[in-house]
């Protein structure tokens, strides 16, 4: 079967500075796919390259090198006319909802104007009659309350959710969800994740959730996939469930080393997985070898000269370490 998504070899160089150029290396040399009604987390720490994989993969930046196909067709060499098809069946969704929504607009022109930019209403009466469907559909009830409110009336929350009614406008295939929750208060999390989950059971919606931690990632990608990325890279790579209990890549085990735990006597007891270094090579400057050589415990020598490659190390579980079949037995370090 065609995947949905598939990225080959793709790298993302961003040139900055006015006076002295100096190249981001932002993503390196990504292989993926995503098929139909999937979901794929990515799950790394800030400056990694999340947003910017999730503007290659949703195709609103070209990749400096690499191909990204949508269902096996070069999006970057598709006729003018193919691509405005293919343009909206994968919608963005923005870590910040106060950013992406037009605070001159009502609940009603947002959501209104995508309507008929798409033909999908006749009258005044169907659009009005849309939006309010829309607006039921992800939990802003009663409708009618929010269509002449402006973006600054409503929550984080609120705003996050008619986001998430204008990205289902054009019926899309595939919604990049760039860490949907991180601005919206804690209680108001769950009931969010719960939304993106129906969109993706009732509607068939492919997902990629990006995402800082594991918690979240864990809950939305369940029976999904997940790729921790790593200064660029994808370092470890299969089911979420599997890479949860049975993690390979040092850095992997870290984050899950660290992972809040709500126990205080749990927390207390744990070992902590430790790092050589806190800090992160810059990605101007990048390290000849392995990415995670200068935190790594674990390194040796070959780490420090070569660039391991993302490979199998089970059926669809994948890893970037040299020394992976080396390493000690992971047991997670909240069990005795
Ligand atoms: N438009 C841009 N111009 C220059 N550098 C950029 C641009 N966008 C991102 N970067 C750099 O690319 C790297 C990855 O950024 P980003 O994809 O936003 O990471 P994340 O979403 O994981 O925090 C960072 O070092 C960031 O500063
Ligand atoms: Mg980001």
Known sequence: MTPLVELRNVSKIFERGFIRKVRVHAVRNVNLTIDKGEILAVVGES????????????????????EVLWLGKNIWRMKRGEFKKY???????????????????????????????????KSKREVREKVIELLRYVGLTPPEYFLNKYPH?????????LAVARAL??????????????????????????????????????????????ASTRYFAHDGKTA??????????????????NPVHPYLRAILSAMPVPDPEIARRRKVLELKSLELP????????????????????????KMPELRPIE?????????????????PPWEE
Request: glycine share 8%.
């Open 47 to 66: 400056g990694c390259g999340k947003t910017t994989l999730g503007k290659l993969i949703a195709g609103l930046i070209k990749p400096t090198k690499g």
């Open 87 to 121: 343009r909206p069946l994968v919608q963005l969704i923005h870590q910040d909802p106060y950013a992406s929504l037009n605070p001159a607009r009502t609940v009603l022109q947002i959501l209104g104007d995508p309507i008929r930019y798409y033909g999908l209403a």
């Open 153 to 161: 009336h409503l929550s984080g929350g609120m705003k996050q959710r």
């Open 169 to 214: 406008i054009p019926k899309p295939m595939l919604i990049v969800a760039d860490e949907p929750i991180s601005m919206i208060d804690m209680s108001l999390r769950l009931s969010l994740l719960d939304l993106l989950k129906r969109l993706h059971k009732e509607l068939g919606i492919a997902f990629v959730y990006i995402s800082h931690e594991l």
């Open 228 to 245: 921790i990325m790593y200064l660029g890279t994808i370092v470890e790579y299969g089911p979420t469930e599997q890479l949860i209990k």
């Open 282 to 305: 810059s990605p101007i400057k990048l390290p000849p070898g392995c990415p995670f050589e200068t935190r790594c415990p674990f390194s040796r020598s070959i780490c420090k000269e």
């Open 315 to 331: 059926e669809d579980h994948y890893v970037a370490c040299h020394i992976a079949e080396e390493l000690p037995e992971w047991r």
